[in-house]
């Protein structure tokens, strides 16, 4: 297949690769040239003009930072995606967000997809991304060689557009929960006279231990957090999404906003470009 994809940050960048691994010819476009440049290679083509990049294109991945970001390019996906062509909106956006692009695609939106992932840098590098979708069965079908590409596994949740996006929240309030946990559990071990590292030795192998934490904690106990596989920040803004859709569900909002204001914290300390695991300095005394 033909892939466009608009962002080329750790996430795009990472499934550009897989697509072209996977023998795609993958398009890059990204607001800043030079990082899309910084992209390409072997099957992977930089492009200045998004028309360029999505002209016969069979797919268009969107990876973009928020909606915002998405509608700003919106106008020219419309207008450059061909007949047959089918949008993979990837970002993290929301389920209002998502609505907006919907409203947006206009006469593409029965070949828009609502496709955020799950997984970081390294399963992106790999291409075992886990693929959430929701959207016309028909698209899906067509998009299957590229979702097969950059996932693991592809996940169908329904027919509903906005579907896929309130289960990438879900999901990423219990990352954005265990990671703030882990780094509390450590941080509270040390503020007892405790060496950090205990608490991950403690829980080992047991009914409450956790691979993430297994994964992160390290980096918290090290503090060797400043490449990030998901950013300090961006964990913030889809907390942000995550009350904003828990509030338009009347559901109540107390812990995440807690989790929001421990993740400022880390961030106001300067961790806003370092990797989730800097959210341990929110616990230092």
């Given at each position: 297949?033909?892939?466009?994809?608009?962002?080329?940050?750790?996430?795009?960048?990472?499934?550009?690769?897989?697509?072209?691994?996977?023998?795609?010819?993958?398009?890059?476009?990204?607001?800043?040239?030079?990082?899309?440049?910084?992209?390409?290679?072997?099957?992977?083509?930089?492009?200045?003009?998004?028309?360029?990049?999505?002209?016969?294109?069979?797919?268009?991945?969107?990876?973009?930072?928020?909606?915002d970001s998405v509608l700003a390019v919106t106008d020219q996906v419309v207008a450059g995606l061909g007949p047959e062509a089918v949008w993979l909106q990837c970002s993290t956006v929301g389920p209002?967000?998502?609505?907006?692009?919907?409203?947006?695609?206009?006469?593409?939106?029965?070949?828009?997809?609502?496709?955020?992932?799950?997984?970081?840098?390294?399963?992106?590098?790999?291409?075992?991304?886990?693929?959430?979708?929701?959207?016309?069965?028909?698209?899906?079908?067509?998009?299957?060689?590229?979702?097969?590409?950059?996932?693991?596994?592809?996940?169908?949740?329904?027919?509903?557009?906005?579907?896929?996006?309130?289960?990438?929240?879900?999901?990423?309030?219990?990352?954005?929960?265990?990671?703030?946990?882990?780094?509390?559990?450590?941080?509270?071990?040390?503020?007892?006279?405790?060496?950090?590292?205990?608490?991950?030795?403690?829980?080992?192998?047991?009914?409450?231990?956790?691979?993430?934490?297994?994964?992160?904690?390290?980096?918290?106990?090290?503090?060797?957090?400043?490449?990030?596989?998901?950013?300090?920040?961006?964990?913030?803004?889809?907390?942000?999404?995550?009350?904003?859709?828990?509030?338009?569900?009347?559901?109540?909002?107390?812990?995440?906003?807690?989790?929001?204001?421990?993740?400022?914290?880390a961030s106001a300390q300067g961790h806003g470009e370092a990797d989730m695991a800097a959210v341990r300095a929110a616990f230092d005394r």
């Amino acid at each position: 297949m033909r892939a466009a994809v608009l962002g080329t940050g750790i996430m795009g960048a990472a499934m550009a690769r897989s697509l072209a691994r996977e023998g795609h010819e993958a398009r890059v476009w990204n607001r800043t040239p030079e990082r899309a440049e910084a992209v390409a290679g072997e099957g992977i083509t930089a492009h200045r003009e998004i028309a360029d990049a999505i002209s016969g294109s069979d797919v268009v991945v969107t990876m973009l930072y928020d909606a915002d970001s998405v509608l700003a390019v919106t106008d020219q996906v419309v207008a450059g995606l061909g007949p047959e062509a089918v949008w993979l909106q990837c970002s993290t956006v929301g389920p209002a967000g998502i609505a907006r692009i919907a409203a947006a695609a206009g006469s593409v939106g029965d070949r828009l997809l609502d496709a955020p992932v799950l997984g970081t840098r390294q399963p992106a590098e790999a291409g075992n991304l886990v693929v959430l979708v929701s959207g016309p069965g028909q698209a899906i079908d067509r998009a299957q060689p590229a979702l097969d590409a950059v996932g693991a596994r592809t996940m169908r949740v329904g027919d509903r557009v906005g579907a896929a996006s309130a289960l990438k929240l879900a999901n990423n309030s219990w990352v954005a929960s265990i990671n703030a946990a882990t780094a509390q559990a450590m941080g509270l071990a040390e503020a007892l006279g405790l060496e950090p590292g205990l608490f991950l030795e403690a829980i080992k192998g047991g009914a409450s231990d956790s691979a993430f934490a297994q994964m992160k904690g390290p980096m918290m106990a090290d503090r060797t957090w400043t490449e990030p596989a998901f950013a300090l920040d961006s964990v913030r803004k889809d907390v942000a999404l995550m009350i904003e859709a828990a509030t338009d569900a009347s559901f109540p909002v107390d812990l995440l906003s807690t989790l929001l204001a421990v993740y400022d914290r880390a961030s106001a300390q300067g961790h806003g470009e370092a990797d989730m695991a800097a959210v341990r300095a929110a616990f230092d005394r």
